[in-house]
């Protein structure tokens, strides 16, 4: 089922339809229109130059989440295989005695 949510972001209205909340329409709709403020607020630049620097900013805060999000990945997979290898050898010591 689509949701059908009308946001304002930068003072302008604009009609979002997804598969996702209100709620959750609303709190993305909420991020950009303080990333725009907050450029807007410390620069002289037009809304459309502050809805791409803020759109570059969310995309910068995107990709390096991503990419903290492949190294914990990473480090589970070493933890797993360490965690395996150390059952294994408790096993064989197991069996020794």
């Known amino acids: 089922?689509?949701?059908r949510v009308v946001v304002t972001i930068d003072g302008l209205p604009y009609t979002v339809v997804a598969e996702e909340?209100?709620?959750y329409i609303r709190k993305?709709?909420?991020?950009v229109d303080k990333e725009i403020d907050s450029i807007k607020a410390a620069t002289p630049f037009s809304s459309m130059t502050s809805a791409v620097l803020a759109a570059?900013?969310?995309?910068?805060?995107?990709?390096?989440a991503m990419a903290m999000t492949?190294?914990?990945r990473a480090q589970l997979k070493d933890y797993a295989?360490?965690?395996s290898e150390l059952r294994?050898?408790?096993n064989r010591l197991?069996?020794?005695?």
């Open 1 to 3: 089922m689509l949701n």
């Open 94 to 97: 197991s069996k020794n005695k």
């Open 28 to 31: 993305n709709a909420a991020l």
């Open 56 to 64: 570059m900013n969310i995309a910068d805060k995107y990709y390096k």
């Open 21 to 23: 909340s209100e709620e």
């Open 88 to 90: 294994a050898q408790v």
């Open 81 to 83: 295989k360490e965690c």
């Open 70 to 72: 492949e190294g914990l």
